[in-house]
């Protein structure tokens, strides 16, 4: 039974839970093992340390990082206003730009263009402009939350900056392109929950996606549930409370000519644990354009705007993105890629 706090999924979602409880969906959710990113220590940013960055970056997709500046004091202080806010009657959270001082339209939750159970994720979010925070930081209306995130998102948007400019020295380019293209007002952050959902096995609580930014920095808690595609397989990340995670997005990929990996992951549910987390999406401005720093270019130039666009047309029609093949230069680069879909991941 939902709480008063929870979105309603089960009356949402009950077709898909039903097809699934008379069995007539079958999905492989199996997870081969448990892994640790790859841990890169902050303390020393030496060319060692570098290079471990950018291998990370083109082996995994993902890598975590400690001695990051963030306290532990702060990463408490996260986790309990979090709670309260997702607490709050779900009545009042779909009113949140009432209430929490947030833009309109911030507040999300399960999918509403699934289809299909593989489709569903059972969790809720807010969705926050990073412009949002720093407004009402400068503002009478400052909270005990918007001061914590603040704190977190002037941290993790240094490291991205920092992170970006490595990856970029590493392949040989040393321009100011992050500086310019990648300020506070363009990126944004996403405060999660995910309920427990004890109703049926496998579900999951993001479903399977990549990121759609140069890079996302990722606070989580202890519970786990995060996994990611390795070596054709699906492996659980151990969860790591001291560490921030790191993970390369689509535009990366695209800018760096495919050397850096955007690596499809998801969220799966815990059946009596709750589990929260927070997410940094280091973005460029709508109007800035995507082009492969060497050539030959395996993917087209394309604009931010205009990969949004694709990727909400595409989860629009078929209920889940695509995302970079649909920029592959090459038609049987986009089929290579469906037949590796088909007989590999799904």
Same mark, same amino acid.
């Given at each position: 039974?939902?709480?008063?706090?929870?979105?309603?999924?089960?009356?949402?979602?009950?077709?898909?839970?039903?097809?699934?409880?008379?069995?007539?969906?079958?999905?492989?959710?199996?997870?081969?093992?448990? !892994?640790?990113?790859?841990?890169?220590?902050?303390?020393?940013?030496?060319?060692?340390?570098?290079?471990?960055?950018?291998?990370?970056?083109?082996?995994?997709?993902?890598?975590?990082?400690?001695?990051?500046?963030?306290?532990?004091?702060?990463?408490?202080?996260?986790? !309990?206003?979090?709670?309260?806010?997702?607490?709050?009657?779900?009545?009042?959270?779909?009113?949140?730009?009432?209430?929490?001082?947030?833009?309109?339209?911030?507040?999300?939750?399960?999918?509403?263009?699934?289809?299909?159970?593989?489709?569903?994720?059972?969790?809720?979010?807010?969705?926050?402009?990073?412009?949002?925070?720093?407004?009402?930081?400068?503002?009478?209306?400052?909270?005990?939350?918007?001061?914590?995130?603040?704190?977190?998102?002037?941290?993790?948007?240094? #490291?991205?900056?920092?992170?970006?400019?490595?990856?970029?020295?590493?392949?040989?380019?040393?321009?100011?392109?992050?500086?310019?293209? *990648?300020?506070?007002?363009? *990126?944004?952050?996403r405060l999660n929950r995910y309920p427990p959902c004890s109703i049926a096995d496998g579900i999951h609580g993001l479903m399977p996606h990549t990121d759609s930014d140069f890079l996302t920095i990722l606070y989580q808690?202890?519970?786990?549930?995060?996994?990611?595609?390795?070596?054709?397989?699906?492996?659980?990340?151990?969860?790591?409370?001291?560490?921030?995670?790191?993970?390369?997005?689509? #535009?990366?990929?695209?800018?760096?000519?495919?050397?850096?990996?955007?690596?499809?992951?998801?969220?799966?549910?815990?059946?009596?644990?709750?589990?929260?987390?927070?997410?940094?999406?280091? *973005?460029?401005?709508?109007?800035?354009?995507?082009?492969? !720093?060497?050539?030959?270019?395996?993917?087209?130039?394309?604009?931010?705007?205009?990969?949004?666009?694709?990727?909400?047309?595409?989860?629009?029609?078929?209920?889940?993105?695509?995302? #970079?093949?649909?920029?592959?230069?090459?038609?049987?680069?986009?089929?290579?890629?469906?037949?590796?879909?088909?007989?590999?991941?799904?």
């Amino acid at each position: 039974m939902d709480s008063i706090s929870d979105p309603p999924f089960q009356k949402a979602y009950k077709f898909l839970l039903d097809k699934t409880q008379n069995h007539e969906e079958n999905h492989d959710f199996k997870v081969v093992e448990e !892994c640790e990113l790859p841990m890169i220590d902050l303390s020393r940013l030496d060319e060692i340390v570098k290079e471990e960055i950018a291998r990370a970056s083109q082996e995994w997709g993902f890598f975590q990082v400690v001695n990051h500046g963030i306290s532990r004091d702060v990463f408490t202080r996260l986790r !309990c206003e979090q709670e309260k806010v997702f607490k709050q009657p779900f009545q009042k959270k779909i009113k949140e730009d009432k209430f929490f001082n947030f833009s309109a339209g911030s507040y999300r939750w399960g999918t509403p263009t699934a289809t299909c159970l593989r489709q569903l994720s059972w969790s809720e979010a807010f969705h926050i402009p990073l412009s949002d925070i720093i407004d009402h930081s400068n503002g009478s209306s400052t909270t005990l939350l918007s001061s914590t995130i603040e704190q977190f998102a002037t941290i993790v948007s240094n #490291l991205a900056q920092t992170l970006a400019d490595i990856l970029a020295e590493r392949i040989g380019d040393r321009s100011s392109f992050f500086k310019e293209n *990648c300020v506070p007002k363009t *990126c944004y952050l996403r405060l999660n929950r995910y309920p427990p959902c004890s109703i049926a096995d496998g579900i999951h609580g993001l479903m399977p996606h990549t990121d759609s930014d140069f890079l996302t920095i990722l606070y989580q808690d202890q519970v786990g549930g995060l996994q990611l595609v390795k070596d054709n397989k699906w492996v659980a990340v151990k969860p790591n409370p001291n560490a921030l995670i790191v993970n390369i997005g689509d #535009l990366f990929q695209a800018w760096s000519n495919g050397i850096y990996k955007s690596v499809e992951h998801r969220v799966m549910t815990n059946p009596k644990v709750e589990r929260f987390s927070m997410a940094y999406f280091f *973005c460029p401005s709508n109007a800035t354009v995507i082009e492969s !720093c060497t050539q030959p270019s395996i993917y087209k130039k394309f604009s931010f705007q205009e990969y949004r666009q694709q990727v909400r047309d595409d989860v629009q029609k078929l209920g889940s993105k695509i995302g #970079l093949p649909r920029f592959l230069t090459s038609v049987h680069n986009y089929q290579d890629y469906y037949e590796y879909r088909i007989f590999n991941i799904d």
